[in-house]
């Protein structure tokens, strides 16, 4: 018998040669077979995978999940049954476990593997086990996507889960490995598929850690947290590990907030997927940003998206295949009870992200963007904490700074045609946040002359001179306007190196 460390070795060479990569799925499937298999229907990638070849064979067994002839993948079928990936039983193997590649953040490469539960796809006639471990999910995505590219030593990854974050982490395309990476969970069955998952990947050394949020890492600092945690707000106790703490409410989350910091060295991170509650009579932004104070950290707080409390009972009934069994309406009927009982109007999803800075009076910013930003977000989330520090800062300095213009902005003049002067101007990012910002005639003369080199005060009286304003008002205008413009990335103050 083949130990299970040698067959994983194995099972990963077989799945590299064969091309099971993500881009090499998508490329096997095309866009009609994709496109209908992220809306959970198999028939036309069943049809697209017919060939007999090894990528068509791993493709149809671990993404489709459709028994294949052991005989397309002779070499590797004895490994994949050694290693409890598959079952093998009149010529025929049929996975246990999901093998699902996965693409680095930027989109160009191989990052590695995530071995999961199998997809639980609604109308099976089961839903997900008590501790299902899930694969890696658009949420994972997102979360990995908001992780700073920035080089970092020493890093968790809390509720690892498939290991997906980790193997993120460790993925050198994106930043150099980090020489330590724990991972911890609650769940063994979670820790064990996570080790699978490394072993798939070629990640070495991660050290996996069973225990609730930063009980399994007291007295030790990270350079960077990252946790893709069970944040859905449930009616009652726990159904489901990979999703529900046990926690009533967002209370996961926000202890995870408030506690992380401890366990951060001086400039790491904390940065978190979340769902917050809307409660009536509470701006959701108050509560949520209240979560961060006294954290010692800058922080970002961002909302993507809000649903209503009906919305939300269905996206998860829906979640647990639950939709349209006998259960339905009275789970459905708790969800809203819970939620009526609590006085929640709605629950917001999104990111946190949190900078050790050990500034006296750190920047707390909490916003709503619900469009499409530029991906990979982790690319530049320290240049938006950087903007909203020295946005901080700036009303102080104003006089003595020096501002350049963000690259890729451009002006746009709102007006009636042959009109003098524009009803509006507005600034607006081609790239990053993609902000747009009704701006004045101030503004605008400065976005066009800032250069990082020349001090602001002689920018603005020259703006003054021009528009034959009073410098006074002039410079009292850019007080008042820039720091906001600052923090939201359309003028960076150029940073010492
Ligand atoms: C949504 S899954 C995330 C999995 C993976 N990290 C990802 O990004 O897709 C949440 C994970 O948190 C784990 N978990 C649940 N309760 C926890 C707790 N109290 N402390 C730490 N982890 C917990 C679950 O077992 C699950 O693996």
């Known amino acids: 018998m083949p130990d299970l460390h040698s067959s994983l070795r194995r099972v990963r060479a077989a799945l590299e040669d064969a091309g099971y990569t993500v881009a090499g799925v998508r490329e096997l499937l095309g866009p009609v077979a994709g496109g209908a298999l992220a ?35 002779k070499g590797t079928a004895d490994d994949l049954v050694a290693a409890g990936l598959a079952e093998a039983s009149g010529g025929e193997l049929r996975a246990r476990l999901h093998v699902e590649p996965l693409e680095s953040v930027t989109g160009d490469g191989h990052a590695g ?12 006639g089961a839903g997900p086990a008590a501790d299902h471990v899930v694969g890696a999910g658009g949420a994972s995505g997102n979360l990995a996507r908001l992780v700073i590219h920035k080089p970092v030593d020493n890093v968790l990854d809390l509720g690892t889960g498939c290991g997906v974050q980790a ?17 911890t969970d609650v769940s063994p069955r979670a820790l064990r598929l996570a080790a699978m998952s490394f072993a ?9 850690l069973d225990g609730p949020l930063l009980e399994p890492v007291r007295e030790r600092r990270f350079d960077l947290i990252v946790s893709n945690p069970p944040f859905v707000v449930a009616p009652s106790g726990r159904r489901f590990t990979y999703r529900e703490s046990g926690l009533p409410g967002d209370e996961f989350c926000r202890r995870l907030v408030a506690e992380a910091p401890a366990h951060l060295t001086d400039g790491g991170h904390l940065q978190l997927l979340a769902n917050w509650l809307h409660v009536d009579g509470t701006p959701w932004d108050e509560r949520v940003g209240a979560w961060a104070e006294g954290s010692g950290c800058d922080a970002w707080i961002v909302q993507r998206d809000v649903q209503d409390p009906a919305e939300y009972a269905e996206l998860w009934l829906r979640d647990s295949c639950e939709t349209g069994t006998p259960e339905y309406r009275s789970r459905y009927g708790e969800w809203l ?8 109007t709605g629950i917001g999803f999104g990111w946190i992200t949190l900078r050790k800075s050990g500034a006296a ?30 946005a901080r800062e700036f009303s102080t300095v104003c006089g003595q700074v020096t501002l350049g213009a963000a690259a890729g902005i451009t002006q746009e003049q709102i007006g009636p045609p042959g009109a003098e002067d524009p009803e509006r101007i507005v600034l607006r990012q081609s790239g990053r946040l993609m902000r ?16 990082g080199d020349i001090p602001l005060e002689p920018l603005l009286d ?13 410079r009292a205008h850019a007080t008042a306007v820039l720091p906001e413009l600052i923090a939201d990335g359309f003028f960076e103050v150029p940073r010492p190196d």
């Open 39 to 73: 809306r959970d229907e198999i028939v036309p990638a069943v049809r697209a995978t017919g060939g007999g070849s090894p990528l068509e064979a791993l493709t149809r067994l671990f993404w489709l999940q459709v028994p294949v002839g052991a005989a397309a993948l």
């Open 113 to 124: 593997y995530a071995v999961s539960d199998l997809k639980v796809r609604p109308g099976s």
């Open 167 to 183: 193997v993120h982490l460790a993925d050198a395309s994106v930043r150099p490995r980090p020489a330590r990476i724990t991972a």
């Open 200 to 208: 798939l990947s070629g990640v070495d050394g991660v050290e996996l």
């Open 337 to 344: 009870d819970h939620f009526e009982r609590l006085g929640i």
């Open 361 to 390: 009076r750190p920047a707390i910013r909490v916003e709503e963007l619900r469009h499409a930003v530029e991906q990979p977000v982790g690319a530049y989330v320290d240049d938006v904490l950087n903007g909203f520090a020295a």
């Open 436 to 451: 747009a910002a009704g701006i004045g005639t101030v503004e605008a003369a400065l976005a066009g002359v800032c250069d």
């Open 462 to 474: 020259a703006i003054a001179q021009l528009t034959d304003m009073d410098p006074g008002a002039v």
